[in-house]
C-alpha cells in the first residue's frame, strides 16, 4: 500500500538493522512504534516525543505524545506533502493513493486519539484519490467512480470519465399540472358503455376496481344479459373475473352487488341515458366515432361522449400529455388510440428535453378483432384478410401523425406504420428519430426514467430488465419504456422501444380522461 512498514507481534529482526550489521541499515520512513494495537509513529519526528520509539523496533511500551505535537506534525507532514505534489510534474500512482490515504487517515486519527492508530479501515477505497494543485483550483479524479471533479475559484463542473459533459435533467416535458383533488359532494361519476367489445368489456372490469367511477348502464344490440355476463367473466387474455357477477333479469346485471341496466338499442339517440343517470358515455361500438355520430348520445340525456377510437373531428387527448387543454365545452372528445396513447408520453419527453427533428414509428401490434381467423375477403385491405394467426401483416396506422393533434409542436415530424403480428394481446412501439440537440442513448435514457419515477408516473414507465411482450399482460401504463431494446447510432439518431398492454392500459386511460373531465367540470 505505502513505504510505511509496521510492526508485527514477534518478528525477528530485519536484515541491514542494528541486530544484522552486514549491510547498512537504512531506517524506515515510517517505523513502528507499539506492539499491541498496530500503533505507528513516523521515527523522523522522534524528537517531539518521549518514549523508546526512537528505536527501529521497539519491543516494549507504545510511544507517546502530546495532542498538540500530534497536530504540529499533521501540519508539518501536509506542508510537505503539498510542496512534493507541487513541484512534481507527475506522480506515480500507487505512491499518490497511498500518500493521500495516509494522509487523511491521520487526520482523522489525530482528532479522535493522542496516539495515532492505523486500521484496515483508515484506508478505505474512498481515500485512493490521485490530486494536483494548480494555482487557486482543486482536481481531484476519484479511482472510484470514474468521474472527474474540477472546482476552480467560482465553478463546479462534473464530468464523467468518456469527457462528456452531463447536464442536470430538467424535465420540463414531464411537468404536469396538479392534481384536482376530487370533492366529497361530487360523488361518483357515473357512466354509461355504448359496445361490448374488447374495449367495453375491460373498461367495466377496470371501473369495478376504482373507487371514482360508477358504471350505471351497458348498450349492446347484439348481446344479451347472459351472453353479457359470460364475456365478462370469462377473458381468454386477462382470466376469469375476480369477483362476482349475476343476471337478475333480462335487462340487469349485479356485479360485486352493485346493479348495471342492460340495453340493447341500435341507434344512441334512443338509449335512455339520462334514466339511468348516465353523465359520461363511452362510446366503444367502433361506429359513432365522428362528433355528429357520436352527438346522438346526448339526445338520450348523455352530458358527456368520449369515443374510445381516432377522431376525424373531435378533440383528441391523450392522458399526461396534453389533457390539460380540456375545456367544459367540449361535450365530445376523443381518446385516441391505444398506439397513440402509448408513443406520445415518451415523443413528448424526448421532443422536450431534447428536441425530435423527424421521426418514424412502427409498431408491432398485436391481432386485433378486425382480423380474420383465416384468409377472407377485404376489399379496403387486401392483405388485412389473411389469417390473423398465420401471417406478420404490414398494416397502415394513423397514430404517429395523431401524435401532432395532441402535441402540435411534432405535427408533420411523425408518421409510421403497423406490423400485425399473430400474438393476442401487449405491442411495441419502435420510434426511430433524429434529434435537435446532440445526447447520448445513455442521457435519454435518464430522461426518461426520471419522468417515469416523476410526473407521469403510472403513465410512462421504465424498464431495464430482459423482458418479452407477456410480461406487461395487464399492466395499466400507457407506455413502458425498454432500455436494453434501443440503440443510440450517433448523438442525434437513436432508436427507442417502449411497451403497452393495448387494451388494458387503454381502458384504464379513457377512464382517467372521464374523470379528469369531471373533475374540470365541477370546477367550473
Known amino acids: 500500500m505505502s513505504n ?3 510492526y508485527q507481534p514477534n518478528q525477528p529482526p530485519k536484515s541491514g538493522s542494528p541486530s544484522h550489521p552486514k549491510r547498512p541499515y537504512k531506517r524506515p520512513l515510517y517505523a513502528a512504534g507499539a506492539h499491541k494495537n498496530n500503533h505507528f509513529y513516523p521515527t523522523w519526528l522522534s524528537f517531539l516525543g518521549s518514549g523508546d520509539h526512537h528505536r527501529p523496533y521497539a519491543a516494549e511500551s507504545p510511544p507517546t505524545t502530546s495532542i498538540g505535537f500530534c497536530v504540529l506534525e499533521l501540519l508539518l507532514f501536509r506542508s510537505f506533502f503539498f510542496l512534493f505534489v507541487a513541484t512534481s510534474s507527475s506522480i506515480d500512482h500507487r505512491r499518490s493513493y497511498a500518500i493521500m490515504a495516509f494522509s487523511s487517515s491521520f487526520a482523522r486519527s489525530t482528532v479522535s486519539s493522542s496516539l495515532i492508530e492505523a486500521s484496515r479501515s483508515d484506508f478505505s477505497p474512498s481515500d485512493f484519490r490521485k490530486a494536483s494543485f494548480v494555482g487557486n483550483s482543486l482536481k481531484l479524479q476519484s479511482g472510484l467512480f470514474g468521474t472527474t471533479v474540477s472546482s476552480g475559484a467560482s465553478s463546479l463542473q462534473l464530468r464523467s470519465s468518456n469527457n462528456r459533459t452531463v447536464q442536470p435533467i430538467k424535465a420540463t416535458a414531464t411537468e404536469a399540472p396538479p392534481a384536482i383533488q376530487k370533492t366529497p359532494r361530487s360523488g361518483k361519476t357515473k357512466i354509461g358503455i355504448n359496445g361490448f367489445g374488447r ?20 348498450n349492446d344490440p347484439f348481446v344479451d344479459a347472459k351472453y353479457m355476463a359470460y364475456m365478462f367473466k370469462y377473458d381468454s387474455s386477462h382470466g376469469v373475473f375476480n369477483g362476482t357477477i349475476k343476471v337478475l333479469d333480462d335487462s340487469t346485471l349485479e356485479i360485486n352487488g352493485k346493479q348495471i341496466k342492460v340495453v340493447s338499442k341500435r341507434d344512441p339517440a334512443d338509449i335512455p341515458w339520462g ?14 366515432t365522428t362528433k355528429e355520430k357520436a352527438s ?7 352530458k358527456k361522449v368520449v369515443i374510445s377510437a381516432p377522431s376525424a373531428d373531435a378533440p383528441m387527448f391523450v392522458v399526461g400529455v396534453n389533457e390539460k387543454t380540456y375545456k367544459p365545452a367540449m361535450d365530445i372528445v376523443s381518446n385516441a388510440s391505444c398506439t397513440t396513447n402509448c408513443l ?3 415523443a413528448k419527453v424526448v421532443h422536450e428535453e431534447f428536441g425530435i427533428v423527424e421521426g418514424l414509428m412502427t409498431t408491432v401490434h398485436a391481432t386485433t378483432a378486425t382480423q380474420k381467423t383465416v384468409d377472407g375477403p377485404s376489399m379496403k385491405d387486401w392483405r388485412g384478410g389473411r389469417g390473423a394467426a398465420q401471417n406478420i401483416i404490414p398494416s397502415s396506422t394513423g397514430a404517429a401523425k395523431a401524435v401532432g393533434k395532441v402535441l402540435p409542436e411534432l405535427n408533420g415530424k411523425l408518421t409510421g406504420m403497423a406490423f400485425r403480428v399473430p400474438t393476442p394481446n401487449v405491442s411495441v412501439v419502435d420510434l426511430t428519430c433524429r434529434l435537435e440537440k446532440s445526447a447520448s442513448y445513455e442521457d435519454v435514457k435518464a430522461a426518461v426514467k426520471y419522468a417515469s419515477e416523476g410526473p407521469l408516473k403510472g403513465i410512462l414507465g421504465y424498464t431495464d430488465e430482459d423482458v418479452v411482450s407477456t410480461d406487461f399482460l395487464g399492466d395499466s401504463r400507457s407506455s413502458i419504456f425498454d432500455a436494453k431494446a434501443g440503440i443510440g447510432l450517433s448523438t442525434s439518431f437513436m432508436k427507442l422501444v417502449t411497451w403497452y398492454d393495448n387494451e388494458w392500459g387503454y381502458s384504464n386511460r379513457v377512464l382517467d380522461l372521464i374523470e379528469h373531465m369531471a373533475m374540470v367540470s365541477a370546477l367550473n
Open 4 to 6: 510505511a512498514r509496521f
Open 199 to 218: 374495449i367495453g368489456r375491460l373498461v367495466l372490469r377496470v371501473a369495478t376496481s376504482r373507487d371514482d367511477i360508477d358504471v350505471v348502464a351497458v
Open 275 to 288: 334514466d339511468y343517470g348516465a353523465e359520461y358515455v363511452v362510446e366503444s361500438s367502433g361506429v359513432f
Open 296 to 302: 346522438a348520445h346526448l339526445k338520450g340525456g348523455a
Open 344 to 346: 406520445a408520453p415518451l
